[in-house]
Each structure stands twice: as structure tokens, then as C-alpha cells.
């Protein structure tokens, strides 16, 4: 969710409606026609994830009213959007239920800053590229620990750049879902190493960009690195956090030895096992990286 972070968030990820206050705009279209005896939802279901799931499936069990007969042009249409400040890479998602500030909603809108002293999320020139423009910032879903903390904790990696050192940063953040507040002792710096024929690569946070949605399996966290627009050197990286600690816990380079041209991770990361997590980079067959 690249909402281009002045390190701008929003909660629900790009949340589908504002509930509260402050100075978000929401521009609303006519709600389509109501006839047709649609029933109205008795319960609301979270969406916690990319795709729902940690396998990736996009399944709502429990969607109770949505069907091929009322899925329609008469039925079925856009009720509002929302404007953000930004360009939004992610998957929405949302929370039912929710108390803020002693008020119960169902979705939650919220800005926090991300940014450190002196940081911005205006890219060099010398990076400027389609993939990350006109900003660089969270361009990977989120995801969501509802029983997590005192209120439940999302995390997310937010990328930005040092004005005066012109160094990048990547960062894993923990934080509340009803305040913003960091939490766990975030933000942590991403940062491995992984070894190689002659040594050890090191990750550097100016050449990656993290695209498919973080994963949360069993307690770890999974990041998964692909290229800043495509500048040499970079290879794919998996870089697991504790989801309790956001201590580092496994790191993976698909490509150690690859001279720096690939292959990157693009695709999603996915748990395909009980104690497996499955991932695709470019121009190899998928790779299964077990779990803690």
C-alpha cells in the first residue's frame, strides 16, 4: 500500500470508507438501487491478509449475502471512493467491530507518520522508475494480528530516504491498530546478510522494493524483496521476523551467487503446507521455505 506515505497510513489498509473524522476526504456516489430483497449482512468478517488467507485463496466463508442473482447492474455497484494521497499498491483490509476512541466501528481510518527526522519519500532521480512513482513508501499489503497487543497489531515495511545522508531505509513496523502507536520496540531496520561462493551479500535497502504482501504464519513474519526498478545488483530475499519480538528469525537469498541480476521475488508469498511457506521468483519454479 504505496498510499505514497507522506509516510501516510491508512488503517484497513487503504481503508474502503472513513468512519471518523480529521481532514481525509470521502466522495460518495449513489448507492445503486436497493430493490430486489437483498438481505443485509448479520455478521461481519475480517480481512486481516492479502487474499483473506494465509494460502492465498481470496475465500470468504462466510459471505452470506452476495449471489449470481443479485451480483447485478441493478444490485451490485460502486458506493463510494476514496481519496488518498498517493498512489495505493495493496489489498484493502478491514476490521469489524473495532473500538476507537470508545466508539465501535467497522472500519477504521487513521494517519500516522512513519517518516524519521529528516527522512522523505521523494526518490533520486537515479531511481526514478514506473514500478515506484512518483514516491517510494509501503508498496506490500499489510497484515494484521487482531490478538495481538492490548488491540490487536498491523505490521508493515515502509521504505524511505534520508535527505542529508541520501542513504534508503527499509523498516518493519508493529503498530497499534487502534491508535498507530509503535509497538514491540519498532521500527526495525530490515537488514540480513546470506553467504555466498566468495563471502557473504549483504541486503541494502536502496535496491529492493518489498511487493508481495507480508505473510504471518505460525508467530513469524515473511518479507519477500524484489528489485528497486531494476538496477543492479539485487537478487530475491525472504526475511523472516518474529511476529512477538520483530526479532530476526531466518533469511533466505534465492540467488547468492547470481552476479546480481536476479532472479527477484514479484509474486506472492504464500503458506502451501502446515509448517511451509511456498514462493515464486522470476524465472525459477516455486521454492518452499519451512517455518519455525
Not at 11 to 27: D, E, I, Q, T
Not at 144 to 169: E, F, K, P
Not at 198 to 217: C, H, I, K, N, S
Request: charged fraction near 10%.
Amino acid at each position: 500500500m504505496r498510499i505514497a506515505i507522506a509516510l501516510t497510513l491508512l488503517l484497513s489498509a487503504a481503508a474502503l470508507a472513513a468512519c471518523s473524522g480529521g481532514n481525509s476526504h470521502v466522495s460518495s456516489s449513489s448507492p445503486p438501487p436497493a430493490g430486489g430483497g437483498i438481505p443485509t449482512p448479520t455478521q461481519h468478517t475480517d480481512v486481516v491478509t492479502y487474499k483473506n488467507d494465509p494460502a492465498r485463496t481470496g475465500q470468504n466463508l462466510t459471505e452470506s449475502v452476495l449471489t449470481p442473482s443479485n451480483v447485478n447492474a441493478s444490485h451490485f455497484g460502486l458506493l463510494r471512493m476514496l481519496a488518498a494521497d498517493g498512489n495505493v499498491d495493496a489489498t484493502p483490509l478491514y476490521l469489524s467491530g473495532l473500538t476507537v476512541q470508545g466508539a465501535t466501528h467497522n472500519v477504521v481510518f487513521w494517519h500516522v507518520s512513519l517518516l524519521g527526522s529528516g527522512e522523505t519519500v521523494d526518490d533520486l532521480p537515479s531511481y526514478g522508475c514506473q514500478q515506484v512513482a512518483p514516491t517510494i513508501g509501503i508498496t506490500a499489503t499489510p497484515v494484521i494480528d487482531r490478538s495481538a497487543g492490548a488491540h490487536g497489531i498491523i505490521y508493515l515495511v515502509a521504505m524511505s530516504r534520508s535527505s542529508a545522508a541520501n542513504t534508503y531505509h527499509q523498516r518493519l513496523h508493529a503498530l497499534d491498530v487502534t491508535s498507530g502507536a509503535e509497538l514491540l520496540g519498532g521500527p526495525v531496520e530490515i537488514a540480513a546478510g546470506f553467504p555466498t561462493l566468495g563471502g557473504t551479500t549483504v541486503f541494502d535497502p536502496a535496491q529492493y522494493e518489498e511487493r508481495a504482501a507480508l505473510l504471518l504464519v505460525n508467530g513469524t513474519l515473511y518479507s519477500s524483496w524484489t528489485s528497486h526498478c531494476d538496477m543492479p545488483p539485487y537478487s530475491g530475499w525472504i526475511i523472516a521476523y518474529s511476529a512477538s519480538t520483530l526479532g530476526l528469525a531466518a533469511v533466505l537469498n534465492v540467488a547468492p551467487n547470481g552476479g546480481g541480476v536476479g532472479p527477484a521475488i514479484w509474486m506472492r508469498c504464500r503458506q502451501s503446507r502446515p509448517r511451509a511457506v511456498q514462493q515464486l521468483a522470476g524465472g525459477q519454479r516455486p521454492r518452499s521455505v519451512w517455518s519455525r
